[in-house]
C-alpha cells in the first residue's frame, strides 16, 4: 500500500522555519575557529557555512578538508572552485601533520577528514589520506577518525591503501538517485560509488561504510527508498539523507524542500531495512552528528 505523505513544501517561497538555526558562537566555536586558521587548514563547516557548526563544534567533531580547496570534478549542486592544470598546486606534505595536531589540540573525540577530489593525482590523494590518518594516531590516539573519501576512481589498490592505515568509519557520498545523476554529478558513476563501498567491505569487515543522499534535486520518495534497498545490498552500515540547499546562483535549484515527516518516514523505512544508523533530516549532511556512529548502541 503507498505511504501517504504530507506534500513537499515547493520552492518559490522562503525558506521553512525548520531550515533555520541560531547563530554560533560558543566558547569551543571560537576556539576551534583560532586552531584551524593558525594552522591553515580547510574546514568543509566553515567553506560550506555549514549550518550545524555551532552543534557539531560544541561536541568536538570537526570536519577537515584536505589536499587543497580546488577540485578536479564539475559536480552540479556543489560550491568549491575548480581546479584545472593550470590552478591547482602539489599536495602539501605538512598537512597531515598539521591536522593531526589540530584534532590533538581541540580534543576531538571524533574528526571526519574529507578532500576535494584530485583526479590530477597518481593515486587519486589515497597515500595523503593515509599518511593524515596516520598522523592523528600518533597525536591523538583515542580519537576515532571518519574518511569521507571521493570515488577513487574506482581503483582498488587506492582503497587499500587507505583502509591499510586503519579507519572506524568509511564514508563514500552517492549524493542523489541514479536517474539525476547526469544532471548533478556527470562525471561521476552510481554503481562505481556503490562498488566502492562494498569493495571496502570486503577489504576490510571491521570498518563501518556509510553513504548519503540530498533530497529536493526533483527525486521521488519511492527513488529514495530504492537507493536503500541499493546501499543495503553493498552492505553499508550508516546512511544520512539531508536537504539540499543552493549554495549559490551558480549550483541547481532546490526544486522541493522535504519536510520534516518525509525526513522521519525516511528514517523509519531505513531502520526496517537494517541500518545500523540512519540519521535523515532536513539540516543532516554527510558528517552531522558523526560522534554517534562510533559511540552509541545501533537504533
Ligand atoms: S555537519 Fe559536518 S560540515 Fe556541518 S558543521 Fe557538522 S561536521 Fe562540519
Same mark, same amino acid.
Given at each position: ?6 506534500? %513537499? %513544501?515547493?520552492?518559490? %517561497? ?19 575557529? $583560532? ?56 599536495? =602539501? ?34 597515500? +595523503? ?7 592523528? +594516531?600518533?597525536?591523538?590516539? %583515542? ?12 581503483? #582498488? ?14 564514508? +563514500? ?30 577489504? =576490510? ?15 521521488? &520518495? ?14 553499508? $552500515? ?50 552531522? &552528528?558523526?560522534?554517534? +556512529?562510533?559511540?552509541? #548502541?545501533?537504533?
Amino acid at each position: 500500500m503507498p505511504i501517504e505523505l504530507p506534500r %513537499q %513544501q515547493r520552492t518559490g %517561497q522562503p525558506k521553512p522555519t525548520w531550515l533555520k538555526v541560531r547563530a554560533p558562537g560558543s566558547p569551543e566555536f571560537l576556539e576551534t575557529k $583560532d586552531v584551524v586558521k593558525s594552522l591553515k587548514l580547510h574546514t568543509v563547516c566553515e567553506e560550506a557555512r555549514c549550518p550545524n557548526i555551532g552543534e557539531c563544534w560544541s561536541h568536538r567533531t570537526a570536519t577537515f578538508m584536505i589536499m587543497g580547496d580546488l577540485c578536479t570534478r564539475r559536480c552540479h549542486f556543489c560550491s568549491v572552485k575548480k581546479g584545472d592544470s593550470e590552478t591547482l598546486s602539489p599536495l =602539501d606534505p605538512f598537512e597531515p601533520d598539521r591536522v593531526g595536531i589540530a584534532v590533538r589540540d581541540l580534543g576531538l573525540k571524533h574528526v571526519v577528514i574529507t578532500s576535494v577530489d584530485r583526479d590530477d593525482v597518481a593515486d587519486n590523494g589515497a597515500l +595523503h589520506f593515509a599518511k593524515t590518518v596516520r598522523a592523528i +594516531h600518533t597525536h591523538s590516539p %583515542q580519537c576515532k577518525i571518519e574518511l569521507l573519501i571521493p570515488d577513487l576512481r574506482g581503483e #582498488q589498490r587506492d582503497l587499500r591503501t587507505i583502509l591499510d592505515s586503519r579507519v572506524d568509519v568509511l564514508n +563514500h557520498n552517492i549524493e542523489t538517485v541514479p536517474r539525476l545523476y547526469k544532471k548533478v554529478r556527470p562525471y561521476a558513476g552510481y554503481i562505481r560509488s556503490l562498488s566502492i563501498l562494498s569493495m571496502a567491505k570486503e577489504i =576490510d569487515p571491521n570498518v563501518l561504510t556509510k553513504s548519503g543522499i540530498m533530497v529536493g534535486l526533483g527525486e521521488t &520518495h519511492e527513488e529514495v527508498l530504492r537507493v536503500m534497498d541499493d546501499m543495503r545490498y553493498h552492505g553499508i $552500515d550508516i546512511m544520512t539523507i539531508g536537504q539540499y540547499l543552493r549554495p549559490s546562483e551558480k549550483q541547481l535549484p532546490v526544486r522541493a524542500y522535504v519536510t520534516p515527516e518525509e525526513f522521519k518516514s525516511y528514517e523509519v523505512e531505513g531502520i526496517k531495512r537494517g541500518f545500523k544508523f540512519i540519521e535523515s533530516g532536513p539540516l543532516v549532511r554527510s558528517s552531522y &552528528h558523526a560522534w554517534k +556512529h562510533t559511540v552509541e #548502541q545501533p537504533v
